[in-house]
């Protein structure tokens, strides 16, 4: 298909070059050929995933016990062991069913958040450019490519203008390469007149017709399509996992221990001593906290994407917390991206874009070349609004003022062009003008300058003199300090030649037309968003490809910089500079980088990373990717980022607004802290669960607490308050708080010791009081015994079950914060996790109140009073957690 005639190939697929195809042939192939989509990869079956679930720890554990269990009731059945072993057994099966549930859950939200980012081609139909979804792309269609964007398919070329293809996804070539609209090699791959799907336009733009989609693609051909993606390990269920290790080793050494301790100490059956064991390992076990951590890590990404921040993968929401550093571009992030033309330099004199002095043959050349050397194209009939690159749109609504932006292009056909670049930052076209060829150029006035030689004034090339080059520089600082975007504009007629190549071009001799000042103005958001990073610790690093004085004013304007000894570096600077004189640069507070390249961004981002600065980067063009993957956090543009910029990127901004960066970063901060209330709340029963067995043991008590109430607690009225901590807004401070270690573990000494040495002490300590108040009410005493169907012992373990629930209910009301009072936190805050401690009680209630329950989980029915004889605990809970938030605040302060 690449050596065929060109009138040949279009004539197989049917297509005419210049209008496409109708949109009703287009429609009729896709019906033909299906969309332009790869297979997708072969998914692991439902059931092995489902049995995943089924062999973590704790499951495995619980799945230990309930054969315990089983076995101890056919060796001595009627003891009720049976009801232990099938509670044990529905709670594992539960659990897995939730844990798979909340998996697919999450899996289905990241994928639909990935399709609200859909790739789109542009082709022309009907004679008509328009842009659709690339799975819409057939054979036969014109495809339109620029820099940065994704081949959606393979195509012939037919026009290139300095088009250069990244084929390393398909080839392995490291380097770009150059296309051509003529074939190269016999052999597909290699001939340069084709590109291929899959593949990223690295500079330049081209024209081709599609003639392979999906599957017929070279990718599709030589995919791998069985193999399956290993997924990245989430730094929090890494966390999860080595906390898991931590409480199951506990739990079998504290039941193997009692087990053993009870055959020398305990004159019971065998069996009762197995039962002690296995209600040992269930109290340790937490077994509502894997669905709690899918659930919170899903509910956050759920509510990012409400904040038009949309995560790639789970782990970017936690590493958020951590951020240090955000390095920010400057147009289109910080600013709005809509360009308008504010003033002119043109014969030495300036203009506002308001000025009517100036006769429109004055603007004659200047308007040539705003017109000629530009890729924007007309939007509409109107001939007024243009798609393209802010800055060359807005060239064109100027210039379309006073032309007709189709006639000039008709009448002045484009024979050549050096497309923009990073590097150059310049485009250079060559256009056939009234029988003569001239360049056109326009770019950064720093760099076009250079190859100027003469001047324009009253319409007449005069020697570019040094007073014109001091009024050039004054007229430049001028523009820049008013924080526009400069361009300067140059031409020069050029020997005519039949064809054009980069060399080709002259680098010296051209005409200084005049500058142009366009302005985009800051964000009206992005000030507050500035302020409430900066007040969280985190530096705000701007680095720019603009002129350093239109950075330091944007800078200033949105509060990057406030002081007087802002660090400007300039991409020239940057180029002498060592690492380490860098790294010394960095430390300051506040640093702006301004003309730089993408390498150079990537050069200031690993050098905070030496620094161990935690480094979030934004970026939009197809050279920010190498920085993208390299930060900890990469956030892409979702409307003027390129393909390959959201590709690298960990984080895509719908609205690519800089203020859209802070409430992802609370959102970081909130689901690392919610977590740790969860598990802070979760654990602490586990103290109250275990005492009870270990006071049977080493003091002869009759057991205050059944392995199945144990069961009730976790899975019953301990579950949805877990669940709902982790849904807790955000403590007031958490952003003026500065970031915290990447290191830090979710589970720490201090959250434990908390959770076990004080809470879980306070409610064993309630447990008991309300389990012996019940007993001694009733008539027991010290040394007596009681039968395991004593009414009075049933009440007694009613009571301490019900004192555990009511310190529970404290406890998650505290857990709601870290540092904050809970007053100023608010009661109501969390209208789910009230909810959940409602429904606790009331699960409590039935269970102790309902005599049909009673044989399943051994207790008996308890007055009001009884009920809640551990309020005073309950109450002083509250209160001491309230003193710990005061001495952290004051410590604080």
């Not at 992030?333 to 203009?351: D, G, I, K, S």
């Not at 940057?574 to 790294?583: C, G, I, N, V």
């Amino acid at each position: 298909m690449h050596q065929v005639p060109f009138d040949e190939f279009c004539h197989r697929l049917g297509v005419d070059p210049v209008t496409g195809l109708t949109t009703g042939e287009a429609a009729r192939r896709l019906q033909h050929d299906g969309p332009n989509e790869l297979i997708q990869r072969r998914r692991e079956p439902e059931l092995v995933i489902f049995m995943r679930q089924m062999t973590n720890l704790f499951s495995l554990l619980l799945l230990a016990g309930s054969v315990l269990s089983f076995i101890a009731d056919y060796v001595e059945p009627g003891q009720g062991n049976a009801y232990i072993g099938a509670a044990l057994l529905v709670v594992m099966l539960l659990n897995g069913s939730f844990s798979w549930y909340q998996q697919r859950k999450a899996e289905r939200i990241m994928a639909g958040f990935r399709n609200m980012l859909p790739r789109l081609a542009r082709v022309v139909r009907g004679g008509e450019i328009q842009e659709i979804p690339a799975a819409q792309v057939v054979r036969g269609d014109v495809l339109f490519l620029e820099e940065g964007e994704q081949v959606p398919a393979d195509a012939r070329l037919f026009d290139v203008a300095g088009l250069k293809v990244d084929n390393a996804s398909l080839t392995g070539e490291s380097e770009p390469q150059l296309r051509t609209t003529y074939p190269t090699d016999r052999h597909l791959l290699d001939s340069r007149n084709v590109v291929f799907s899959g593949t990223a336009v690295q500079a330049g733009e081209g024209k081709g017709i599609v003639f392979a989609t999906a599957m017929k693609t070279q990718i599709g051909r030589t995919a791998d399509l069985t193999q399956t993606v290993t997924a990245r390990e989430i730094p929090i269920r890494r966390e999860i996992a080595r906390f898991t290790r931590i409480i199951s080793f506990i739990a079998v050494i504290m039941g193997a221990a009692v087990f053993l301790v009870s055959l020398f100490v305990v004159a019971n059956p065998v069996t009762a001593k197995l039962i002690f064991a296995i209600g040992i390992i269930v109290a340790n076990v937490p077994e509502g906290l894997l669905p709690t951590v899918t659930l919170c890590l899903a509910g956050a990404a759920r509510r990012m994407a409400d904040q038009k921040a949309l995560v790639k993968n789970l782990e970017s929401v936690e590493t958020l917390g951590c951020t240090t550093v955000v390095c920010t571009d400057k147009t289109g992030t910080l600013t709005v991206n809509r360009m308008a033309v504010q003033r002119l330099f043109l014969n030495e004199c300036m203009h506002s874009d308001a000025d009517a002095s100036f006769e429109p043959e004055e603007l004659e050349k200047l308007l040539l070349v705003a017109i000629l050397c530009n890729n924007a194209h007309a939007a509409g009939d109107d001939g007024r609004s243009f798609l393209g690159d802010p800055t060359e749109t807005a060239l064109l609504e100027f210039a379309a003022r006073f032309q007709d932006i189709r006639r000039v292009r008709h009448d002045f056909p484009r024979l050549y062009e050096e497309p923009f670049t990073g590097r150059t930052k310049m485009m250079v076209t060559v256009n056939e003008v009234a029988g003569k060829q001239v360049a056109c150029m326009k770019g950064a006035p720093d760099v076009v300058i250079e190859r100027c030689g003469t001047i324009l004034i009253n319409g007449q090339e005069v020697p570019f003199t040094q007073e014109h080059r001091s009024a050039y520089l004054n007229a430049y600082e001028d523009l820049a300090r008013r924080g526009e975007r400069v361009l300067l504009l140059a031409c020069q007629e050029v020997p005519v030649r039949g064809s054009w190549q980069d060399e080709d071009l002259p680098s010296s001799g051209y005409t200084f037309i005049g500058l142009i000042g366009m302005f985009d103005p800051p964000r009206q958001e992005v000030p507050a968003a500035v302020r409430g990073i900066r007040a969280a610790g985190i530096r705000v690093v701007m680095i720019t490809g603009d002129y350093q004085t239109t950075a330091l004013a944007i800078a200033r304007t949105v509060g990057i910089v406030s002081g007087a000894d802002a660090a400007v570096i300039t991409g020239e600077q940057l180029r002498t500079m060592r690492d380490e004189a860098l790294e010394w640069e960095l430390e300051r507070e506040e640093v702006i980088f301004a003309r730089t390249s993408p390498e150079q961004k990537l050069r200031i981002v690993q050098a905070l990373q030496r620094r161990g600065e935690v480094v979030a980067v934004t970026g939009d063009g197809v050279n920010d990717a190498p920085a993208l993957k390299h930060a900890d956090i990469g956030v892409a543009m979702g409307r003027s980022g390129t393909d390959v910029a959201r590709e690298a990127a960990d984080i895509v901004l719908l609205d690519d607004n800089f203020a859209t960066i802070f409430p992802a970063i609370q959102e970081g901060r909130r689901i690392f802290e919610n977590l740790k209330k969860s598990i802070r709340y979760t654990v602490s029963h586990a103290v109250p669960e275990v005492m009870p067995y270990l006071a049977f043991l080493l003091f002869g008590i009759p057991l205050p607490l059944t392995v199945t109430l144990i069961l009730a607690i976790d899975l019953g009225t301990d579950m949805l308050p877990a669940i709902a901590l982790g849904k807790e807004q955000p403590e007031r401070d958490i952003m003026l708080l500065p970031p915290r270690r990447r290191d830090e573990r979710l589970v720490s000494p201090h959250l434990l010791l908390l959770a076990y040495g004080v809470f879980g002490t306070i409610e064993a300590a309630a447990g008991f009081y309300a389990y012996f108040s019940v007993l001694m009410t009733g008539g027991w005493r010290w040394g007596t015994s009681l039968a395991a169907g004593d009414p009075l012992y049933l009440k007694g373990v009613s009571a301490f079950f019900a004192a555990i629930v009511l310190c529970q209910v404290a406890n998650g009301l505290v857990s709601k914060a870290h540092r904050q009072s809970l007053l100023r936190q608010g009661l109501f805050s969390n209208p789910l996790l009230l909810v959940g401690l409602g429904v606790g009680l009331l699960l409590a209630g039935t269970i102790v109140g309902l005599d049909a329950l009673h044989p399943i989980f051994g207790n008996a029915s308890l007055s009001l009073h009884e009920f809640f004889l551990a309020w005073p605990f309950a109450v002083a809970l509250v209160l001491l957690d309230e003193a710990r938030r005061w001495i952290i605040r004051q410590r604080m302060a």
